[in-house]
């Protein structure tokens, strides 16, 4: 039985996916996909994945996508306990909404700022865009004002998700000194299992995002 991720380390939700594989201990084989090559187009990744995307998880045929389900199948199935993911439902209901805080305004609004720049010829990062990563920047501090991870008191994998996000926006050279309880937060992610793996591939982000800033 082989567990294949398809991954592309640049990439902050392929990252995502990768430090939730890590911290759980998932036995996966990692393959990559080289997004600038467009390998993701290859019939034989098409077959596998039509839409195209990395991350994509293979469990012995069973295929899976989007790094936050990616995440949340790899604990359910390998996780010792359900620190990672709560079974409790409240527990698992403030995760899943974190999760969502990501896939659907913090990730997006990086996206936003950084896609234009790596595939569009842009070469500034606009105020409007700036500033409204900042506005999604402050809720995320908020939430990690009396909280110790972002969705309690152990870490989560609304964590790996959201870590892979900021790590990338980190490598780019925002500044978050304005936001002391994500400042105090990045310092403890460094202790999630795949930190180091994670920022290497966010440094390599950071720079291909940098060589074409004015
Ligand atoms: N919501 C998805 C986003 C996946 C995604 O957009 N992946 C990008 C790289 S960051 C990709 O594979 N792009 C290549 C393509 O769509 O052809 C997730 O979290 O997995």
Not at 48 to 55: A, R, V, W
Not at 62 to 86: N, T
Request: contains cysteine; neutral net charge; charged residues 25%.
């Amino acid at each position: 039985m082989s567990v294949k991720l398809y991954h592309f380390p640049i990439s902050g939700p392929s990252r995502g996916a990768l430090l939730a594989a890590r911290a759980v201990e998932a036995p996966v084989e990692v393959e990559i996909i080289n997004l600038f090559q467009k390998e993701q187009l290859k019939e034989s990744f098409l077959k596998i994945n039509p839409q195209h995307c990395i991350p994509t998880l293979d469990d012995d045929g069973f295929i899976l996508w989007e790094s936050r389900a990616i995440a949340g199948y790899l604990v359910d199935k390998y996780g010792k306990d359900d620190h990672l993911y709560p079974k409790d439902l409240k527990k698992r209901a403030l995760v899943n909404q974190r999760l969502y805080f990501d896939s659907s305004s913090l990730y997006v609004k990086i996206r936003a700022i950084c896609f234009p720049i790596l595939f569009l010829g842009e070469t500034e990062i606009k105020k409007p865009l700036k500033d409204d990563l900042n506005v999604t920047l402050g809720f995320l501090d908020q939430f990690l004002k009396d909280s110790k991870w972002v969705a309690g008191d152990q870490p989560t994998i609304a964590d790996t998700s959201i870590y892979a996000s900021v790590s990338s926006i980190l490598a780019v050279g925002w500044d978050i000194s304005g936001f002391p309880s994500i400042v105090r937060w990045v310092g403890q992610c460094s202790s999630l299992p795949g930190a180091a793996e994670n920022d290497e591939g966010a440094k390599a982000f950071g720079d291909a995002v940098k060589k074409n800033l004015h």
